[in-house]
């Protein structure tokens, strides 16, 4: 059985609560111990597969002074101290959905080396991704690109970006709409979450190299 409870409307609608001290407040009780909940329950399985030990990171959001976070997520990763410089494994939320990625951020030193790796495996990755997939290009947005709409030249031009611009970011998984009834039955979002991790798992070892 699994310990998380689902979401509920309630938890999306943090994000529309004025003021950083209020809405951090409305996250720390309600949503980070939920984030947390699941991200413990599939950190065991992501070290059996990956071989590296997994480690829970829930977002603190604390460099924030004053604008409230529009999202928040738990993140996976192969350090106690952190998750930023790694490439890992993220579920969260924003207003308007939730969303499970893997990840690897501008804060990351491999990221050239990555970038590489991903361009000389792009038909590879190209046809390991499920069309029902989604990329990002910067975590600090909602909006991202269908993988049915990544072809060859388009995931060219992802990784050249990945390689050569400083603050550039990739993340690929999926979006879960606030209203969808999966959100509702904690058993079947944790497998989905885990059977995401497994499909993103190519990425990662791609990393590992």
């Excluded at 995931?155 to 606030?178: H, P, T």
Aim: charged residues 30%; negative net charge.
């Amino acid at each position: 059985m699994s310990q998380f409870t689902g979401f509920t409307q309630k938890d999306f609608d943090v994000f529309s609560i004025p003021g950083l001290e209020e809405r951090m407040e409305a996250l720390r009780e309600n949503i980070s111990p939920k984030l947390e909940v699941i991200a413990s329950e599939l950190a065991g399985d992501l070290s059996v597969q990956t071989g590296d030990e997994m480690f829970v990171h829930v977002a603190k959001h604390a460099r924030r002074t004053t604008n409230p976070p529009n999202d928040t997520w738990a993140a996976i990763a192969s350090s106690k101290r952190g998750y930023k410089k790694l490439p890992h494994f993220q579920i969260g939320l924003w207003g308007s959905h939730v969303f499970v990625w893997f990840a690897v951020i501008y804060e990351s030193p491999i990221k050239e080396d990555y970038a590489r790796t991903l361009l000389e495996n792009k038909t590879e990755v190209l046809s390991l991704v499920p069309d029902s997939f989604v990329w990002s290009l910067d975590h600090t947005k909602e909006d991202a690109i269908p993988h049915k709409e990544v072809d060859k030249d388009k995931f060219e031009q992802m990784a050249d970006r990945l390689k050569n611009v400083k603050k550039s970011e990739l993340l690929c998984g999926i979006q879960i709409d606030r209203s969808d009834d999966i959100l509702q039955k904690p058993e079947e979002f944790i497998s989905l979450c885990r059977n995401t991790f497994e499909t993103l798992l190519p990425l990662y070892r791609f990393a590992q190299k």
